[in-house]
């Protein structure tokens, strides 16, 4: 031990604070800092955002865009929510589907510089969407508000699992619709505690008054969980 040259046990100290540093940076996003600090990054990366993520406008149409236009189409003045809307994934997604869209579609996100980079992204689509900066655990919108909440590759990110989903439904009126996404797959390896079970997801949204929803394969990374508000 004695006889190892201290350059070594530097390389070897730098090398762990490297590795723990993109671990908790990169891969984990900042979720173990806390919701402040998630929202920090993503305002850095706020435009670069959309070359990060490559979002196919296909399948954002298909598997996002078209359920929901579903369930909406028979309801005038649909309100929508997209809870951590990011640079506006969810309108140009459902947009296309309802180009007589006559409702209100609110974007909610903490990260300020994700709004403002939403409405250069949404172009003059801007005009119907409403951009609202407020945590997703204390939303700021009366019971039973909207017929439609979203949440995208966001749940991984609240430290509370479920409390980020009784405020969800709480705002969702009944018969309404929640659409979020499940992270799966390899991310439990580096986001322990943070990856949930399809199982306990859906057993917390049967608890909290969504007995029904389902789950499905939707991405590498996610399943999509969609379920009905009861009365």
């Known amino acids: 031990m004695t006889g190892i040259p201290w350059f070594v046990w530097a390389g070897l100290a730098l090398l762990l604070v490297g590795g723990l540093a993109y671990w908790l940076l990169v891969l984990a996003e900042g979720a173990y800092f806390g919701p402040r600090f998630v929202c920090l990054l993503y305002d850095w990366t706020a435009t670069k955002y959309e ?9 954002e149409r298909r598997f996002v865009g078209e359920p929901l236009a579903a369930t909406l189409r028979d309801r005038s003045n649909p309100r929508v929510l997209d809870v951590a809307a990011g640079t506006g ?9 309802m180009p007589h869209f006559d409702g209100v579609m609110v974007e909610l996100d ?5 709004l403002l980079e939403g ?3 949404l172009g003059p689509d801007r ?34 699992l479920e409390s980020a989903l009784a405020e969800m439904v709480r705002v969702l009126a009944p018969g309404g619709l929640l659409m979020i996404t499940n992270r799966k797959g390899g991310a439990r390896f580096y986001l322990p505690g943070r990856v949930r079970d399809a199982s306990e997801v859906l057993e917390t949204l049967a608890r909290l008054g969504v007995p029904r929803a389902k789950s499905s394969v939707w991405q590498v990374n996610y399943d999509l969980v969609v379920g009905v508000k009861g009365p």
Request: hydrophobic share 45%.
């Open 51 to 59: 070359g990060i993520k490559e979002f196919d406008p296909f399948y």
């Open 89 to 97: 994934r969810l309108p140009r997604a459902l947009l296309p589907e």
């Open 110 to 114: 903490r990260a300020r510089r994700m």
């Open 119 to 121: 409405r250069t992204v």
């Open 127 to 160: 005009a119907r969407t409403a951009p609202v900066q407020a945590d997703a655990l204390q939303l700021p919108f009366p019971d039973e508000a909207f017929d439609a909440v979203v949440s995208l590759e966001a749940l991984e990110f609240f430290p509370s």
